[in-house]
């Protein structure tokens, strides 16, 4: 017996695990089916040889490395397709997120441009809120300017003022419809991420040209360098016993608007 034998013999009783199996032809097959030749490459019951390294060869002769990129013989490196537009027209983008951003149990409501301004003050009537500085001023009813705040970067409102307030009224920058989520990017109509966090009830408007189908189309008309708060619904967790809690993380309701 060799040292090499004697030592994973050791291993094998100290783990209680049968050794491996050596076959004639010398490749060792381990206790999960497993081929290892004498090169040191491990053969799967598949048929896919694995290195030492942690590539994985396929029968046509390509490696799989670990991080999931594909090795051609030659050295070149395969990379898989991913989508990148949806190909959606406007009516089926804005379908999907409204049939997303429900199931998140958010309210959601089509409105035209001038039914906007009444959409809004139907949802913050009787409500103090807070508006971003840069919100346009004619989005807001009269009605609703004695219980209105103004938040802005050089006059920002405290967490405590912010807490004692009902709700926001914010724009929004980008929604991606298949995932439902709105994305805020701390533009003047935006403001600030506290005054979207803070309060109970955010009230998003979202122009339905600013809609885009998958992930990879909405990041690209964003500057990531900005403050970006993504938001999928409302505020919920059930990381405690699988119950669902609402408000933990922000608004508690989140009522959209989509502008066509």
């Known amino acids: 017996m060799s040292a090499r034998d004697d030592i994973l013999a050791r291993i094998h ?25 004498s090169g040191g490459a491990e053969v799967t019951p598949g048929g896919a040889e694995v290195t030492p390294g942690g590539g994985e ?11 999931g990129a594909e090795v051609t013989p030659g050295g070149g490196e395969v990379t898989r397709p991913y989508r990148t537009t949806s190909g959606l027209a406007q009516d089926e983008l804005v379908a999907m997120l409204v049939d997303r951003l429900e199931d998140y149990k958010a309210s959601v ?9 009444e959409a809004i ?12 500085a840069g919100l346009p001023s004619e989005w807001l009813h009269s009605s609703l300017a004695e219980h209105a705040v103004t ?6 409102l405290g967490v405590d003022r912010l807490d004692a307030l009902d709700a926001v009224v914010t724009s929004s920058a980008v929604s ?7 994305v805020l990017d701390g533009s003047p109509d935006q403001g600030r ?32 360098t900005r403050p ?7 505020s919920a967790t059930s990381d405690i016993e699988l119950e669902r809690v609402e408000g933990v993380h922000g608004p508690r309701i989140l009522d959209v608007l989509i502008v066509r």
């Open 109 to 117: 409501e089509i409105v035209g441009r001038d039914g906007l301004v």
């Open 176 to 182: 991606v419809a298949e995932t439902g989520t709105i």
């Open 228 to 234: 970006l708060t993504l938001i999928s619904g409302p």
């Open 121 to 132: 003050r139907v949802r913050l009537d009787g409500k103090t809120f807070v508006a971003p």
């Open 13 to 37: 009783a100290a783990l209680g695990t049968a050794p491996a199996e050596v076959t004639p032809g010398a490749a060792e097959v381990t206790p999960g089916g497993a081929e290892v030749t």
């Open 151 to 156: 938040d802005s970067r050089e006059a920002p």
């Open 57 to 67: 060869v396929t029968s046509g002769g390509a490696e799989v490395t670990p991080g």
């Open 193 to 224: 991420r506290a005054i979207s966090l803070v309060p109970d009830h955010h009230v998003c408007v979202v122009p339905a040209e600013t809609i885009v189908g998958l992930v990879p189309e909405g990041f690209a008309r964003l500057d990531i």
